[in-house]
């Protein structure tokens, strides 16, 4: 059975760091790009970063470069992302999602496999 389920989130102030895992069963990671959502209440979901198959590219969207890695642990078959410099704005559910090809896609109809969802409220 395929799954991935997401870890890590919680209540952090602004300019603090969370790390968030993303740990797959049923199948191998390194096979898939693996892609990083969020989605704010009344907002879409959007498209936060992610990483190719065999880590060939990685993308992250504008607002989160320079604070955001995500990366990748064969052995633990997980996917992280790290966040840094958090500000409020960061505040959403975030998902984990696998597409079943090398490259990365931007939108959510692009990603067959999808987490549960953490979420990270960036707050004072």
């Known amino acids: 059975q395929v799954q991935l389920v997401e870890s890590g989130g919680g209540l952090v102030q602004p300019g603090g760091s969370l790390r968030l895992s993303c740990a797959a069963s049923?199948?191998?990671?390194?096979?898939?790009?693996i892609g990083w959502f969020r989605q704010a209440p009344g907002k879409e979901r959007e498209g936060v970063s992610c990483?190719?198959?065999?880590?060939?590219?990685?993308y992250y969207i504008d607002s989160v470069k320079g604070r955001f890695t995500i990366s990748r642990d064969n052995a633990k078959n997980t996917v992280y992302l790290q966040m840094n410099s958090l500000k409020p704005e960061d505040t959403a559910v975030y998902y984990c999602a696998a597409r079943g090809f090398w490259n990365c896609d931007n939108v959510p109809q692009g990603y067959a496999y999808w987490g549960q969802g953490t979420q990270v409220t960036v707050s004072s």
């Open positions: 990483v190719s198959s065999s880590n060939v590219s990685t």
């Open positions: 049923g199948f191998t990671l390194d096979s898939y790009a």
